[in-house]
């Protein structure tokens, strides 16, 4: 039986991972190839995860901690895909705040599953908002130096780095940045994406088919700076039941509310994200830093009278101000729109300290 094909996809949080990830599974569709994924948070109740089922995916959920601290698990939910649907192609979206998966995801899988694996280069993408502040070394980036330590290591491991969101940029910009890139990772190939439009994803997919001596590049990396940035981060998920008597358009509740977030969080946005569930339709909207405006990653452009909503938020704040703002703008938001909304879940926390279940000082395979 032939490997399966394993492409892992780095990249800070709202690099735009999901969104690549989803192209990429539509283009080995068009190839007549079996595609499934496999998410990754630190709690349950990823809008990732639903985003990409509602596109009709195949998916499974790593949750509790990044794929190097529950590496087994990886291994078992790919298992699970494999009964199910046979893929040819499995694609893995690993914790935006985490690193040194090379060493801890990449090489005991082929070492340990050879047989079963063919892993394919590790590329990463490169989040423009906070990556030209952090390359700059301009202060009042939004982050602190631990946190910028995890974005420098998650690019320092790549066998490429992908300048993603090319659509959000100038030319002058994105020349800037790829400049940035090539001094600060000389020996490391940088690509050019919008993983939106589309631009430049034919070389990025070609890129990802090279086979050689890629996952190779083990961090020298302090463990105590990675999980005091990590921690650094609130995180929270929350699931609502929203309701109404009379239709509303679900888009505008999504941008209204990412909007309102926004103006209310304290510290800086990594990523924040709240997905709607209808039973027709769906729609997504997202913001990737406090000074960017939110924005529809996907819009339905109906109206629904029942969701379930989602609200993903990784924000440089204490977690229990993020709990309060973000069950307090909920319900706000939807009576704005004449819905009420009901809490369902909620885990608002600090990451734990990262404990791979393996790391390999050397590369092996």
Same mark, same amino acid.
């Given at each position: 039986?032939?490997?399966?094909?394993?492409?892992?996809?780095?990249?800070?949080?709202?690099?735009?991972?999901?969104?690549?990830?989803?192209?990429?599974?539509?283009?080995?569709?068009?190839?007549?190839?079996?595609?499934?994924?496999?998410?990754?948070?630190?709690?349950?109740?990823?809008?990732?995860?639903?985003?990409?089922?509602?596109?009709?995916?195949?998916?499974?959920?790593?949750?509790?901690?990044?794929?190097?601290?529950?590496?087994?698990?990886?291994?078992?939910?790919?298992?699970?895909?494999?009964?199910?649907?046979?893929?040819?192609?499995?694609?893995?979206?690993?914790?935006?705040?985490?690193?040194?998966?090379?060493?801890?995801?990449?090489?005991?899988?082929?070492?340990?599953?050879?047989?079963?694996?063919?892993?394919?280069?590790?590329?990463?993408?490169?989040?423009?908002?906070?990556?030209?502040?952090?390359?700059?070394?301009?202060?009042?980036?939004?982050?602190?130096?631990?946190?910028?330590?995890?974005?420098?290591?998650?690019?320092?491991?790549?066998?490429?780095?992908?300048?993603?969101?090319?659509?959000?940029?100038?030319?002058?910009?994105?020349?800037?940045?790829?400049?940035?890139?090539?001094?600060?990772?000389?020996?490391?190939?940088?690509?050019?994406?919008?993983?939106?439009?589309?631009?430049?994803?034919?070389?990025? !997919?070609?890129?990802?088919?090279?086979?050689?001596?890629?996952?190779?590049?083990?961090?020298?990396?302090?463990?105590?700076?990675?999980?005091?940035?990590?921690?650094?981060?609130?995180?929270?998920?929350?699931?609502?039941?929203?309701?109404?008597?009379?239709?509303?358009?679900?888009?505008?509740?999504?941008?209204?509310?990412?909007?309102?977030?926004?103006?209310?969080?304290?510290?800086?946005?990594?990523?924040?994200?709240?997905?709607?569930?209808?039973?027709?339709?769906?729609?997504?909207?997202?913001?990737?830093?406090?000074?960017?405006? !939110?924005?529809?990653?996907?819009?339905?452009?109906?109206?629904?009278?029942?969701?379930?909503?989602?609200?993903?938020?990784?924000?440089?704040?204490?977690?229990?101000?993020?709990?309060?703002?973000?069950?307090?703008?909920?319900?706000?938001?939807?009576?704005?729109?004449?819905?009420?909304?009901?809490?369902?879940?909620?885990?608002?926390?600090?990451?734990?300290?990262?404990?791979?279940?393996?790391?390999?000082?050397?590369?092996?395979?």
């Amino acid at each position: 039986m032939r490997p399966l094909r394993f492409i892992m996809l780095g990249g800070f949080l709202g690099a735009g991972k999901t969104t690549t990830l989803a192209r990429l599974a539509s283009h080995y569709q068009a190839q007549g190839l079996k595609v499934a994924l496999v998410t990754n948070d630190q709690a349950q109740d990823l809008v990732d995860t639903n985003f990409l089922r509602s596109r009709g995916f195949a998916v499974e959920e790593v949750a509790g901690a990044c794929f190097c601290c529950r590496f087994d698990e990886l291994v078992d939910k790919v298992r699970s895909l494999e009964a199910a649907n046979r893929p040819d192609v499995l694609l893995a979206e690993p914790v935006g705040s985490c690193t040194d998966l090379v060493a801890t995801v990449v090489q005991p899988l082929r070492d340990l599953y050879g047989h079963r694996f063919e892993v394919a280069p590790y590329a990463v993408l490169f989040k423009p908002s906070h990556g030209l502040k952090i390359l700059k070394g301009e202060s009042g980036g939004g982050f602190s130096p631990k946190a910028e330590y995890i974005f420098r290591k998650q690019l320092e491991e790549a066998d490429a780095i992908v300048i993603n969101r090319l659509d959000e940029l100038t030319p002058k910009l994105t020349a800037e940045l790829f400049e940035l890139v090539e001094r600060a990772f000389p020996t490391t190939p940088v690509l050019k994406m919008s993983a939106k439009t589309g631009e430049g994803f034919e070389l990025f !997919a070609a890129f990802l088919e090279q086979e050689g001596t890629f996952g190779r590049k083990i961090l020298d990396i302090d463990y105590d700076i990675y999980a005091e940035g990590e921690a650094e981060l609130g995180w929270l998920n929350a699931g609502f039941t929203v309701t109404a008597t009379t239709p509303f358009a679900l888009d505008d509740l999504l941008l209204e509310l990412i909007e309102r977030l926004r103006g209310s969080l304290s510290g800086e946005v990594a990523h924040l994200k709240a997905i709607g569930l209808g039973e027709t339709s769906f729609a997504v909207a997202n913001l990737i830093a406090s000074a960017a405006a !939110a924005e529809l990653s996907m819009s339905c452009r109906n109206t629904t009278s029942e969701i379930e909503l989602i609200v993903n938020a990784r924000v440089a704040t204490d977690p229990a101000q993020l709990e309060s703002e973000v069950t307090q703008l909920v319900p706000a938001v939807c009576q704005k729109f004449g819905a009420t909304a009901e809490l369902c879940s909620l885990q608002s926390f600090r990451p734990g300290r990262p404990t791979p279940t393996h790391r390999y000082a050397k590369a092996k395979a």
